[in-house]
């Protein structure tokens, strides 16, 4: 797709905007399916933090240094794909300067974590701090969208069963009820 310089403005900006609102971004690395990951917007990039006791995995993700990944951001207010873009994946070093003004922005935005005063320390020997930054312009966009359908059946996982209903439970569910 040829884009003229506007257009292309226009996509950095799209980009920049939906990807900043957005709390969950859908990455796809080399390997496997695409995953949803929370992110943070730092200095032009999708920063993000994986692959350590407690964060988000990473690994099978094939997102490695000087690697591509494909990301998709939904629109905040409707829930639908808004814009996806092509990444060039930066491993950022730890102590570095892009290290630390990443890591200083997403401690303050991780949820739960159970030590939340050494967070840095933690990141720094056990996690990767990775940098998707935006290669080009959107590949979809408003008024460029694909015409298929991108819904795919859930991933295998032990979590989902399938198995009959209790004998007891109508009878259990029937007891709680007044009136």
Avoid: Y
Wanted: charged share 25%.
């Amino acid at each position: 797709m040829t884009s003229t310089p506007s257009q292309a403005l226009q996509d950095r900006a799209l980009i920049e905007e939906a990807t900043k609102k957005s709390g969950l971004i859908w990455v796809r690395g080399a390997t496997g399916p695409s995953r949803a990951l929370w992110h943070l917007w730092v200095d032009g990039a999708a920063c993000l933090v994986g692959d350590g006791a407690g964060e988000q995995p990473l690994a099978d993700l094939g997102l490695t240094d000087g690697a591509t990944a494909t990301v998709t951001v939904r629109s905040k207010d409707k829930g639908g794909r808004l814009v996806a873009w092509q990444a060039r994946v930066v491993e950022t070093v730890p102590d570095g300067e892009a290290w630390r003004t990443a890591v200083d922005e997403l401690k303050g935005k991780r949820l739960n974590a159970p030590d939340a005063e050494s967070i840095p320390e933690r990141w720094a020997a056990e996690c990767r701090v990775l940098r998707l930054e935006p290669v080009g312009g959107a590949e979809q966009r408003p008024g460029a969208m694909p015409d298929e359908a991108h819904a795919v059946p859930p991933l295998p996982s032990p979590a989902i069963t399938r198995r009959p209903v209790p004998a007891a439970l109508p009878k259990l569910l029937r007891r709680g009820r007044k009136g």
